[in-house]
């Protein structure tokens, strides 16, 4: 799945999760691509402008993206790593 594809399910998925029923209210702020599809990590409009912790979000999950197009909202510790990432840190193989 191409980024732009995955970015419109994370955004819609985004929308659901907002609160304040403001599809604007949150916003992507990072996406990598992962084994399992793409990860897209959000944050509150506001505090992307103001960088101001007052305005920023606490629990807010990273969503998965699968390859099949299905967009979730995951804990942190279930996050795929990256293709020859340790999968703990300070560990190598």
Same mark, same amino acid.
């Given at each position: 799945?191409?980024?732009?594809? /995955?970015?419109? *399910?994370?955004?819609?998925? !985004?929308?659901?999760? #907002? +609160? @304040?029923?403001?599809?604007?209210?949150?916003?992507?702020?990072? /996406?990598?691509? *992962?084994?399992?599809?793409? !990860?897209?990590?959000? #944050? +509150? @409009?506001?505090?992307?402008?103001?960088?101001?912790?007052?305005? /920023?979000?606490?629990?807010?999950?990273?969503? !998965?993206?699968?390859?099949?197009?299905?967009?979730?909202?995951?804990?942190?510790?279930?996050?795929?790593?990256?293709?020859?990432?340790?999968?703990?840190?300070?560990?190598?193989?």
């Amino acid at each position: 799945m191409r980024l732009d594809e /995955a970015a419109e *399910r994370a955004t819609a998925l !985004l929308s659901e999760l #907002s +609160s @304040s029923g403001d599809p604007a209210a949150l916003m992507i702020t990072r /996406a990598e691509l *992962r084994d399992h599809g793409w !990860l897209f990590f959000y #944050s +509150s @409009s506001a505090f992307v402008q103001s960088r101001s912790f007052i305005d /920023a979000l606490g629990g807010d999950l990273p969503i !998965l993206v699968s390859s099949d197009g299905v967009a979730v909202a995951i804990p942190y510790d279930e996050v795929p790593h990256k293709a020859g990432e340790p999968i703990h840190p300070g560990y190598s193989s």
